[in-house]
């Protein structure tokens, strides 16, 4: 997630079981084109085998160079964006932008499966709009062109985030394509994560937006999938304590300025539900010295019972 998935939050989220993650989608153009602040996409400290690189962008060339530099910086693992409703990039012709063209979808994809040796994926929509449902099409096509596994999120380009992912669409999916597919959408909840995977048949769900706020979700579906009782989530100081060391994590990576900037929204998240939230995300919001963001996310989360009152 563009934002949201960097190195510090992927290690909070492997710490909560999470067992596959993807970078922030990258630009394939700037990279190519040696952008310095988009080339630090790929100098990632917490590489491994568990960490696909996204990228996004339209031109074959382009793909295949920024492909390359991925694999040469080590990522095992190259996934394509073919979702991104966002108007920027679905105006380079990027992103959902894609799903309007297949074929020159398949192109993209071709380009990259020729310099990534490890695994190649593609994350798709449904369709551009309603009326342009194509998501077996594109499956096909992109399966011809080599890729190892889809991702599907069943909503269209024109739907945004609005509406219901249609899991229908994956279902279907997991009949016609020969890879294996990946389920995402509105997954809110491990026992939601573990209906989906065992109704839809699907190799592996993705979730989302419901990581930003219980990270611990991962680790709950795990129990769940293997036939136990999912455990319950941490308790408050527990996830202060997860919070602070993500804030720890990024202020290594990133310097204590930026890190505490950008820390302010998922304490934010993570403090959602909880009585006095309002004021303890105001309280955050100026904030400027680790040490002190680190102080009042322990004062709220350590003065919360267990219970959450
Ligand atoms: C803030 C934000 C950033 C996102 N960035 C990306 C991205 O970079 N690449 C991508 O494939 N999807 C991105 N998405 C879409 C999610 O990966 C996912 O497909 C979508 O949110 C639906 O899943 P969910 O209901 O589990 O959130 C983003 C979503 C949000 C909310």
């Known amino acids: 997630m563009a934002g949201v998935t960097d190195a510090a939050f992927r290690q909070r989220l492997r710490r909560n079981g999470c067992c596959r993650l993807s970078t922030e989608m990258v630009s394939a153009a700037a990279l190519a084109r040696g952008n310095r602040r988009t080339l630090g996409y790929l100098a990632v400290p917490d ?5 696909e690189v996204q990228l996004f962008g339209a031109n074959p060339a382009e793909l295949a160079e920024a492909g390359a530099m991925a694999v040469d910086a080590g990522f095992a693992a190259v996934d394509l964006n073919a979702g991104c409703p ?65 991702t599907l999120h069943p909503r269209t380009r024109s739907q945004g985030y609005s509406g219901l992912a249609d899991w229908s669409l994956v279902e279907e999916l997991v009949r016609e394509c020969r890879v294996p597919v990946v389920g995402n959408g509105d ?66 990576w990133k310097g204590e300025r930026v890190a505490v900037v950008e820390m302010r929204k998922f304490v934010a998240w993570g403090a959602k539900g909880f009585v006095g939230v309002a004021e303890f995300r105001r309280s955050t919001q100026h904030v400027t010295e680790a040490r002190e963001l680190e102080e009042r996310v322990h004062g709220f989360f350590d003065a919360i019972g267990e219970e959450g009152a």
């Open 47 to 51: 590489l491994g085998p568990d960490l």
């Open 86 to 150: 966002v108007k920027k990039v679905v105006g380079g012709g990027a992103g959902a932008a894609l799903l309007r063209d297949p074929a020159h979808l398949g192109r993209c994809l071709a380009a990259l499966r020729r310099v990534v040796p490890g695994q190649l994926s593609v994350k798709i929509r449904a369709g551009w709009d309603a009326a342009s449902i194509n998501c077996t099409q594109v499956a096909r096509i992109a399966a011809d062109a080599g890729v190892d596994r889809i």
């Open 187 to 252: 997954i809110d909840s491990a026992a939601v994560a573990v209906e989906r995977l065992r109704s839809s048949g699907c190799a592996g769900v993705m979730v989302g937006r419901a990581a930003l706020g219980q990270p611990w979700l991962f680790a709950q579906a795990a129990e769940l999938w293997q036939g136990r009782p999912a455990g319950p989530p941490p308790a408050p100081r527990q996830i202060g304590e997860d919070l602070v060391a993500q804030l720890r994590d990024l202020v290594r």
